[in-house]
């Protein structure tokens, strides 16, 4: 079996067994203290599932404004698909609309039947080979089909609906109907990818699924908590910036981490890692480049007469053993905080490889304990929340390396603690769905250990769900019982002090 027929039954059983494509994904969420604990739900959306919805906003404004549906597509167009703008805009000043849109009306329409002068090639035509939009331009099919096609191709998508006009150089709008009737078929397949990409492009609850090739969309319910979505092929991303989930983090402190330990190179701009040989000269191995890490400047011009690769910056030649030894020990630093991150993301890896695996055995369980496929979902559950409580772990790396100074130590000791803590929920999980493969042999054990596993699996699924879900929730509120823990502590230590102080006064 072929990983992208894995991957297309991994997504049903991780969303559950349903019949449409327009499903329900759990978000995580990022509520306070103070209020209640919701889940919110991301919609898979398809392009068929995007068009049918598009289609049923350009239906609904036609139906209120009488127009047809190619104006109706104009008009939702030109107020970036808002429905209720849209008709709220026509309603209060249908004339002057229709000027913005390029929706124009004729006094009083030609029904001249006999031949006629093309406007744009001045060629004599007869009449089923004329068309006109609002303006009432009579052009020829094939002026019509140059024009339309030389504008998709050769313009910008964005730019389609100004360029999209009577070719007669008037303001009359070319709708989809034109389109549909002289566009090749290449244009138009362009076109109508344009109109859902722009539909989707301009709702604040759907974005685009970032993984690349998709077309799909992910559609966010109003009410949402925190950024994180889980949706096809495994993939979690961060519904603000589109990246890799990051949570505990927020999106500015993730890009930061990332660009951490990379310099832009002068030359070629590209982001290059540090060099990991105490060295202070780095070389750009795209342009072939070599500059100084710490002042950026070309390298040659701090020439070996200052010690080699262990160099006098220009920059400062005073104090350069102090800079040297300030960004050698924050180097180390985050190459600590890094190596810890970096080996999550290798477990998340080990773990992701595991679940086309478990497409087999789950196929195979579903014949030899007689249960339907969607009922035994629990174990891909099981094996996707150890791959998301390991990106979690994997972020905490880079969050306590963010750590302020002040209360820095306390907050580093609990998430220290917190990590060991997390690791070992994940650690019985993981022992416990290890325990599988002995039942797809129905031969090997009888058949209530099979239910005790499935007990004992969704248990501590749940458990470690919730578990990680307070743990990301603590962090994101910045740990601050923990501040608070330390400052009531500080304060009897204190006052303790004080105590004593004041006693020995006394005698």
Known sequence: MDHSEVNKRLDKLAIGSVQSNDVDVIEEDDQTEDTPVQRSYATILTEEDIQVRME???????????????EATLLLSHYSWDFKESK???????????????????????????????????????PENIASVSCGHRICTYCWTSHINKIINEKPAAQW???????????????????????SDE?????????????????????WYPAGGSCCAIDLTPYSGNSDVSCLHLLRFCWNCREEAHSPLDCKTAAKWVFENTVPCPQCKRRIEENQ???????????????CWHCHGDWTEHGEGTGGDLYTCKSDA???????????????????????????????????????????????????????????????????QIIECTRVLKWTSAYGYYLREDDKLEKLNF?????????????KLEDCLKTLPLFVNPKRLPENNFKDFRNTLTDLTSITRKHYEELV??????????????????????????SGSGSNHDD
């Open 56 to 70: 049923s906003d350009i239906q609904r404004l036609s139906d209120r404004t009488s127009l047809s549906i190619a």
């Open 88 to 126: 709220n805009k026509w309603r209060d000043d249908a004339k002057s609309v229709r000027e913005c849109v390029g929706l124009l009306e004729l006094d009083s329409p030609s029904d001249d039947k006999e031949a006629f002068v093309c406007g744009v090639c001045i060629k004599s035509q007869p």
């Open 161 to 183: 609906f100004i360029w999209l006009k009577c070719p007669a150089s008037c303001s009359a709008s070319i709708g989809r109907d034109m389109i549909e009737s002289f566009a």
């Open 187 to 207: 244009e138009k397949s362009k076109y109508y990818q344009y109109l859902l990409r722009s539909y989707v492009d301009h709702r604040e609850t759907m974005k």
């Open 277 to 291: 040989n105490c060295s202070l000269k780095m070389k750009c191995l795209p342009c072939n480049y070599d500059f």
């Open 318 to 384: 005073a104090s350069s053993d102090q800079l040297w030894n300030m960004a050698e020990s924050a180097a180390a630093r985050y190459r600590e905080y890094y190596g810890n991150w970096d080996s999550y993301e290798s477990l998340i890896n080990i773990a992701k490889a595991k679940l086309q695996k478990l497409d087999t055995d789950i196929q195979t369980l579903s014949n030899t304990q007689l249960e339907n496929v969607s009922q035994l979902k629990f174990i891909l559950e099981a094996e996707l």
């Open 415 to 427: 998430l220290t603690q917190t990590q060991v803590d997390a690791m070992i929920l994940l650690d």
């Open 473 to 498: 929730k603590d962090l994101e509120n910045g740990l601050a019982h923990v501040v608070s823990a330390a400052s009531i502590r500080s304060q009897i230590a204190y006052n303790g002090e004080a």
